[in-house]
T-cell receptor, first 114, second 109 residues
Framework: EAQVTQNPRYLITVTGKKLTVTCSQN?????MSWYRQDPGLGLRQIYY???????DKGDVPEGYKVSRKEKRNFPLILESPSPNQTSLYFC?????????????FGPGTRLTVL | QKEVEQDPGPLSVPEGAIVSLNCTYS??????FMWYRQYSRKGPELLMY????GNKEDGRFTAQVDKSSKYISLFIRDSQPSDSATYLC?????????FGKGTRLHILP
């Protein structure tokens, strides 16, 4: 089944404790992206990758890191999480190198930073 | 002015009504225009996609783009309770994509 998977789905952590949210897709898509979704602010792009070893900042990259060593994986790293990073996070992948093609979203990761 | 503006609603309409959802934008460089639907506790899914001014129809859904006015719309005909969701407009140019905040839609049986 073609899908984007994210782990964990739910995470409660404390300020300053490094964490990684994994994202994996099995569709051989070039473009992958991380978003956060907050009430009243909508869906905002954090980082994106147009292909392996190519990453770039989205609209809200502060406090986050990403890497793209393999085509299928695009982990999101929070080196020192803070409460303002409490949010619902979505990973997405797209065929081709651009976001205007259909984006397939993962199920979301709900993160709470205390 | 934000690049993409979308009324968050909620918008409540009776079943069978025609629904009109809208977004405005300020960046004339946007080339592609999309509508995503998001059900509660799910990720968004693509509904419609267009890159030119005019109308595009897919079943009960019609996407309309007016580049001169920087205005896009999504019309839903014969609305059903299963259409109750949040609808997000999105616009992109090259490798950049911006989503609207989403409009919550309730279709009342």
């Amino acid at each position: 089944e073609a899908q984007v998977t994210q782990n964990p789905r739910y995470l409660i952590t404390v300020t300053g404790k490094k964490l990684t949210v994994t994202c994996s897709q099995n569709m051989n898509h070039e473009y992958m992206s991380w978003y956060r979704q907050d009430p009243g602010l909508g869906l905002r792009q954090i980082y994106y990758s147009m292909n392996v070893e190519v990453t770039d900042k989205g609209d809200v990259p502060e406090g986050y890191k990403v890497s793209r060593k393999e085509k299928r994986n695009f982990p999101l790293i929070l080196e020192s999480p803070s409460p303002n990073q409490t949010s619902l996070y979505f990973c997405a992948s797209t065929a081709g190198g651009y976001p205007h093609n259909e984006q397939f979203f993962g199920p979301g990761t709900r993160l709470t930073v205390l | 002015q934000k690049e993409v503006e979308q009324d968050p609603g909620p918008l409540s309409v009776p079943e069978g009504a025609i629904v009109s959802l809208n977004c405005t934008y300020s960046n004339s460089a946007f080339q592609y225009f999309m509508w995503y639907r998001q059900y509660s506790r799910k990720g968004p899914e693509l509904l419609m996609y267009t890159y030119s001014s005019g109308n595009k129809e897919d079943g009960r859904f019609t996407a309309q783009v007016d580049k001169s006015s920087k205005y896009i719309s999504l019309f839903i005909r014969d609305s059903q309770p299963s259409d109750s969701a949040t609808y997000l407009c999105a616009m992109s140019v090259d490798d950049k994509i911006i989503f609207g905040k989403g409009t919550r839609l309730h279709i009342l049986p």
